[in-house]
């Protein structure tokens, strides 16, 4: 643990691989264990919370708008929650990838370095994002529509005062 805290005191001179970024390796690993049973349950209550609030979205216009407009603008929290996991999984793997290189205080080799995975986000087929859309956009024109009748028929009935 004080080697953890003191990477300057560690002498390997023969190593390839500075001490600070082996340390900088066993932290990642102290540190990933110790967040994940709190990012695990964090996860879970958004999940909770985001199927609790899409429920309930329904029969809010003004939630709808905002839902449709935020999956047309590619800034949905869906698509914010997928390009998280993407960069989390990616960077689990080249912790998993660089650490016996690291640890062992040797560099990597062309090969090894060419065969860490490479981000590569994946956007959402348009075809889904339109049929993500669809739902709230026929809801909103239904909901028009009965505004629409609601509106003439109270109307067909007012009449104007004779001045």
Do not use: C, M
């Not at 809801?139 to 529509?145: E, W």
């Amino acid at each position: 643990g004080y080697l953890l805290d003191h990477p300057e005191i560690e002498a390997t001179e023969q190593s390839a691989v500075a001490p600070f970024i082996k340390t900088f390796v066993l932290v990642q690993q102290r540190v990933e264990a110790a967040v994940a049973p709190v990012t695990a349950e964090f996860d879970a209550r958004l999940e909770e919370q985001q199927r609790i609030a899409g429920a309930l979205a329904w029969a809010s216009p003004a939630s709808l708008v905002q839902s449709a407009l935020a999956e047309l603008a590619g800034s949905s929290l869906a698509r914010q929650r997928r390009f998280e996991a993407e960069a989390s999984a990616l960077r689990r793997s080249w912790l998993v990838a660089l650490e016996q290189p690291i640890i062992a205080g040797r560099r990597l080799t062309a090969a090894e370095f060419t065969a860490l995975p490479r981000p590569e986000f994946v956007e959402a087929d348009t075809s889904q994002v339109l049929r993500n859309v669809a739902g709230p956009t026929i809801l909103l024109i239904v909901y028009a529509g009965l505004a629409v009748l609601l509106a003439r028929r109270r109307f067909r009935d007012f009449t104007v005062a004779a001045t």
